[in-house]
């Protein structure tokens, strides 16, 4: 998988992901044209927005690579838990782009379905607000019922909005957070790489209906960290 899904533009990127069967689905492919990654990137690498690779965002964080955005969304799609109407959770939302994803799948422009991005670091929540702007959302960002980027320790989840269908966390774990576990809904997924700085499993957590937790890796990744403020910007970190 991977590192060959270049694209000249936006549209171009969706369609390499399609063709090398990473995007599936249709509905996830026009989530993706609909949030053009460009707007996302940081301007100093918007030239390489539309390669199939992570870019650095500031404060040790990065915005995931395209293929790892698909394959997370696919995750999700086939559960059928970022239908019409769901609510979504995304921890580490740093530059938005994923939670602008899911209010594309989920309708939250129509009023239909919730999603909150949760994000420690507030000057990239600042930026992720920009990002979707620049988007041509604004129209998101006026439905705060609907869509909101918060700044907050994710690890504790989003009580006030929980539970939820869709939990996406896109840092690292070496231990699943309980208050996020308490938040996934009754046939809800959560998707979380979980392990060490040495690489981690992509792990699919479904809530079956019975209440009980069914856990399965999916692959072997690489994000960041899911820390405290303090220690991401800490200087003898990494
Ligand atoms: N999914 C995002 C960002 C991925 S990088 C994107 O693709 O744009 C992971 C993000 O998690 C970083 O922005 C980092 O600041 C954030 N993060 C790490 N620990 C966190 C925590 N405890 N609470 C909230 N966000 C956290």
Same mark, same amino acid.
């Not at 009980?212 to 003898?236: A, C, F, H, I």
């Given at each position: 998988?991977?590192?060959?899904?270049?694209?000249?533009?936006? +549209?171009?990127? /969706?369609?390499?992901? !399609?063709?090398?069967?990473? $995007?599936?689905?249709?509905? &996830?492919? #026009?989530?993706? *044209?609909?949030?053009?990654?460009?707007?996302?990137?940081?301007?100093?690498?918007?030239?390489?927005?539309?390669?199939?690779?992570?870019?650095?965002?500031?404060?040790?964080?990065?915005?995931?690579?395209?293929?790892?955005?698909?394959?997370?969304?696919?995750?999700?799609?086939?559960?059928?838990?970022?239908?019409?109407?769901?609510?979504?959770?995304?921890?580490?939302?740093?530059?938005?782009?994923?939670?602008?994803?899911?209010?594309?799948?989920?309708?939250?422009?129509?009023? +239909?379905?919730? /999603?909150?991005?949760? !994000?420690?670091?507030?000057? $990239?929540?600042?930026?992720? &607000?920009? #990002?979707?702007? *620049?988007?041509?959302?604004?129209?998101?960002?006026?439905?705060?019922?609907?869509?909101?980027?918060?700044?907050?320790?994710?690890?504790?989840?989003?009580?006030?909005?929980?539970?939820?269908?869709?939990?996406?966390?896109?840092?690292?774990?070496?231990?699943?957070?309980?208050?996020?576990?308490?938040?996934?809904?009754?046939?809800?997924?959560?998707?979380?790489?979980?392990?060490?700085?040495?690489?981690?499993?992509?792990?699919?957590?479904?809530?079956?209906?019975?209440?009980?937790?069914?856990?399965?890796?999916?692959?072997?990744?690489?994000?960041?960290?899911?820390?405290?403020?303090?220690?991401?910007?800490?200087?003898?970190?990494?």
């Amino acid at each position: 998988m991977a590192w060959r899904c270049h694209g000249v533009d936006n +549209a171009d990127l /969706v369609r390499q992901l !399609e063709r090398h069967g990473i $995007l599936k689905s249709a509905r &996830v492919a #026009n989530a993706m *044209r609909a949030c053009d990654r460009g707007n996302y990137a940081p301007t100093s690498s918007r030239d390489e927005a539309y390669e199939d690779h992570p870019l650095p965002i500031g404060y040790r964080a990065t915005i995931s690579a395209p293929h790892a955005h698909a394959a997370c969304l696919e995750l999700f799609e086939r559960a059928g838990v970022v239908a019409r109407g769901k609510k979504v959770l995304d921890v580490g939302s740093g530059t938005g782009y994923l939670s602008a994803c899911f209010a594309e799948l989920v309708g939250c422009e129509e009023g +239909a379905g919730k /999603v909150v991005g949760i !994000e420690h670091i507030d000057a $990239l929540t600042e930026s992720s &607000v920009e #990002n979707v702007k *620049r988007d041509g959302k604004g129209g998101l960002l006026d439905a705060v019922d609907a869509f909101r980027l918060v700044t907050g320790d994710g690890r504790d989840g989003y009580e006030k909005m929980a539970p939820y269908d869709a939990i996406h966390v896109g840092a690292s774990a070496e231990e699943i957070p309980e208050a996020l576990l308490n938040q996934l809904a009754v046939g809800g997924r959560m998707v979380i790489p979980v392990g060490g700085s040495n690489g981690q499993a992509l792990t699919v957590i479904d809530r079956l209906r019975d209440g009980s937790l069914r856990k399965r890796d999916e692959m072997g990744v690489m994000y960041v960290p899911l820390t405290s403020r303090d220690e991401q910007l800490s200087p003898t970190r990494f």
